[in-house]
């Protein structure tokens, strides 16, 4: 299998993927006069930064490969800058591998960046199978914002959904609602999580929010990338072990509509 760029880690540190989607409209595949969508910048560059200050190496791969649409890039972001000038950031987003021709056997981590373009690509058969392979591995899965729709479908070995019983969060219905984009998504993130047997958690819209169970670690918005990012570091710590699931959040569970 191909593997992305390598971003080195250092001796004794772990190869973590992050991945991004492929597509770029808010709305079906090749659907005219959509808004245009992506991946989230600042989701993909606070994890990335703590990954690397950690030792970790960071490679990037897409859905589909090549390079991959994107949003929310902030000009007077400093953090966001670096990432695109550094050879191992923005010089691997024009070639990304497709996430079908990459060896999860390689990484002890894989993180899904989110982005609203998430919601039409990340429910995809190649990356559910890299994501089982990676947890069964006994390695670390993250998500965050909409990225947890590439948890919705996958499954291990036994049959049962990765998800269930494990807490989580994600982009809320509120939150999408309050956005205008309720009726654009192609489905409510928060409710097929929960028909998964997840046990969903929120926090107030905007507001930080990491739920961290077991090995599996979620974010609910941009303001969570950076806490995300120190909870994977966290994980990967040699001896962190793998504690049974509990939630590590102060968010609250939304009343059902």
């Known amino acids: 299998m191909r593997q992305p760029a390598a971003d080195a880690p250092a001796h004794g540190a772990a190869r973590v993927l992050a991945v991004l989607t492929s597509h770029g409209t808010l709305g079906p595949a090749g659907a005219r006069g959509g808004r245009p969508t992506g991946f989230h910048l600042g989701e993909l560059v606070e994890p990335w930064r703590a990954l690397r200050a950690a030792g970790h190496g960071v490679d990037i791969a897409s859905v589909r490969g090549g390079a991959p649409p994107m949003i929310g890039h902030d000009p007077d972001d400093p953090a ?32 899904f960046v989110g982005g609203h373009g998430t919601m039409w690509d990340f429910r995809d058969p190649a990356l559910a199978l890299l994501t089982r392979r990676v947890w069964e591995n006994g390695g670390v899965v993250a998500a965050i914002c909409h990225g947890p729709a590439a948890l919705v479908d996958v499954r291990l070995a036994g049959g049962g959904h990765l998800v269930t019983g494990h807490a989580v969060t994600a982009f809320s219905d509120e939150a999408e609602a309050a956005r205008g984009l309720a009726a654009v998504v192609p489905f409510s993130l928060q409710w097929a999580l929960e028909e998964r047997g997840a046990r969903y958690r929120a926090a107030p819209d905007r507001e930080p929010n990491v739920v961290v169970s077991g090995r599996l670690v979620t974010g609910q918005n941009p303001a969570s990338a950076a806490g995300l990012g120190r909870a994977v570091v966290e994980l990967l710590r040699p001896g962190a072990g793998t504690p049974p699931p509990a939630p590590v959040s102060a968010g609250r569970r939304p009343p059902r509509p």
Not at 87 to 108: E, H, K, S
């Open 80 to 111: 966001q800058a670096a990432f695109l000038a550094h050879p191992a950031g923005g010089g691997l987003l024009t070639r990304t591998p497709a996430v079908r021709d990459v060896d999860a056997g390689a990484y002890r981590a894989v993180y």
